[in-house]
């Protein structure tokens, strides 16, 4: 059975600074996705990682995949305030697309 | 890109009542799913809705309790029967092409309040 772990759970950090967010899962994939929810919202895409040693960059935010050791990792830069939501990696187990979730990462930053 | 609408937004229902979610696409997409979100926990799949076919439900759910409907490539419905307070839920749907290279779209989900 598929696991997909991340951490920390919790983060709160403060503006400017830096931090990484892990995600591991347990079983071979070709493909990561990272998504951000805000309160009451539904999922909003970020990333979609597709192979090893993939990077994707758009602002504050990093993504990168590395397959062989079944981690991907979500790099905040420099973070700002409204970069708080909760950021949840999911994996894709089979070639149906379907997907499973880690239990997300609360992230909360002090102006 | 795929936009999906689901309905209704929001519902407050009796115990032993049953409620239909909808879930359209503005497009044809190949696979829709659905899940369940408590608050404040991450998302749980519930089936795999197959175009002219049965669901396919995942461990822990079961046809009787959550019937699903996928007539065709843009719609689908989930009905969460015989309802109970452990029912309170946020029911999303979420739908990809099948494209490598795309993500998996995800509807603005059902808030569903059991009492």
């Known amino acids: 059975e598929l696991k997909v772990e991340q951490n920390p759970l919790f983060l709160s950090m403060q503006e400017g600074k830096n931090y990484t967010i892990y995600c591991n899962y347990s079983?071979?994939?070709?493909?990561l996705y990272w998504y951000r929810q805000d309160p009451g919202k539904s999922l909003e895409s970020l990333f979609v990682l597709l192979s090893n040693g993939a990077v994707k960059q758009e602002g504050r935010l990093m993504a990168s995949l590395d397959t062989k050791a079944r981690l991907s990792t979500l790099h905040i830069t420099a973070a700002v305030h409204d970069l708080s939501a909760t950021y949840f990696c999911a994996v894709d187990i089979d070639r149906d697309d379907k997907i499973i979730f880690g239990k997300g990462t609360r992230l909360h930053i002090l102006p | 890109s795929a936009v999906i609408s689901q309905k209704p937004s929001r519902d407050i229902c009796q115990r032993g009542t049953s409620l239909t979610i909808q879930c359209q696409v503005d497009?044809?997409?190949?696979?829709m799913f659905w899940y369940r979100q408590q608050p404040g926990q991450s998302l749980t799949l519930i089936a795999t809705?197959?175009?002219?076919?049965?669901?396919?439900?995942e461990s822990g759910f079961v046809i009787d309790k959550f019937p699903i409907s996928r007539p065709n490539l843009t719609f689908s419905t989930l009905t969460v029967s015989n309802m109970s307070p452990e029912d309170s839920s946020i029911y999303l749907c979420s739908a990809s092409k099948v494209v490598r290279t795309d993500t998996q779209y995800f509807g603005p989900g059902t808030r569903l309040t059991v009492l």
């Open positions: 809705a197959n175009q002219g076919s049965e669901a396919t439900y």
């Open positions: 497009s044809q997409v190949t696979m």
């Open positions: 079983t071979t994939s070709d493909r």
